[in-house]
């Protein structure tokens, strides 16, 4: 017998065996979200730990969220002026000012979002869940407005596309030979109507 067509002897107890396993993919690369969605939560959780005193996320409120937002404005790119700054409420100021930079709405109001979705996919449980308390809520309506004023630049919600409806139109194929020569082949299954808002 050659050795190509030996047939394989019983499996001993220390062989594994031939391997019915596919070697695995490598973990697919997260989303820029779901990235930036987990610096976001290991930023918090830091916070937290640095907090005087320092607080456990299990009591952490509302209160603890909007202290974290408060605190995120120093690190803010966007001229927020105030009452008293010549600038107040125009859109190009003519020249600087020392009025504060603070976080912009947006990324406040993104940020909650992404830290709302994080706390319970780590186990927060929703009716519980800081970032979704009504005073965040609140706070955010409150920044969002008085920004607005400051820059001059009123926030408008931005409207939804509505798709386009397509008209599909099918005739009999005897009845539309009998109009063949008017023009339009409207017989033909591919014709298709010119799109028409809902």
Same mark, same amino acid.
Request: glycine share 8%; hydrophobic share 25%.
């Given at each position: 017998?050659?050795?190509?067509?030996?047939?394989?002897?019983?499996?001993?107890?220390?062989? +594994?065996?031939?391997?019915?396993?596919? =070697?695995? *993919? @490598?973990? /697919?690369? $997260?989303?820029?979200?779901?990235?930036?969605?987990?610096?976001?939560?290991?930023?918090?959780?830091?916070?937290?730990?640095?907090?005087?005193?320092?607080?456990?996320?299990?009591?952490?409120?509302?209160?603890?969220?909007?202290?974290?937002?408060?605190?995120?404005?120093?690190?803010?790119?966007?001229?927020?002026?105030?009452?008293?700054? +010549?600038?107040?409420?125009?859109?190009? =100021?003519? *020249? @600087?000012? /020392?009025? $504060?930079?603070?976080?912009?709405?947006?990324?406040?109001?993104?940020?909650?979002?992404?830290?709302?979705?994080?706390?319970?996919?780590?186990?927060?449980?929703?009716?519980?869940?800081?970032?979704?308390?009504?005073?965040?809520?609140?706070?955010?309506?409150?920044?969002?407005?008085?920004?607005?004023?400051?820059?001059?630049?009123?926030?408008?919600?931005?409207?939804?596309?509505? =798709?386009?409806?397509?008209?599909?139109?099918?005739?009999?194929?005897?009845?539309?030979?009998?109009?063949?020569?008017?023009?339009?082949?409207?017989?033909?299954?591919?014709?298709?109507?010119?799109?028409?808002?809902?």
């Amino acid at each position: 017998m050659d050795s190509g067509s030996q047939r394989p002897g019983p499996v001993s107890e220390g062989d +594994p065996g031939p391997s019915n396993v596919t =070697p695995s *993919s @490598p973990p /697919a690369t $997260p989303s820029r979200y779901e990235s930036q969605k987990r610096r976001d939560w290991t930023t918090f959780l830091q916070y937290l730990k640095n907090h005087k005193p320092p607080l456990a996320l299990s009591r952490c409120s509302g209160a603890h969220a909007i202290e974290f937002l408060k605190y995120l404005d120093q690190f803010g790119k966007t001229k927020v002026h105030v009452a008293a700054c +010549p600038y107040f409420g125009h859109q190009q =100021p003519p *020249s @600087p000012c /020392a009025c $504060p930079l603070k976080q912009a709405w947006g990324s406040l109001d993104a940020l909650i979002g992404r830290l709302r979705a994080a706390y319970e996919e780590n186990g927060g449980r929703p009716e519980s869940n800081p970032f979704a308390a009504r005073a965040v809520r609140l706070y955010l309506r409150e920044v969002r407005e008085s920004q607005a004023k400051a820059r001059g630049r009123p926030y408008e919600k931005k409207k939804r596309k509505r =798709p386009t409806t397509v008209t599909t139109v099918r005739v009999d194929v005897a009845s539309s030979r009998q109009n063949e020569g008017d023009g339009c082949n409207i017989g033909d299954p591919s014709y298709v109507a010119e799109a028409v808002p809902p």
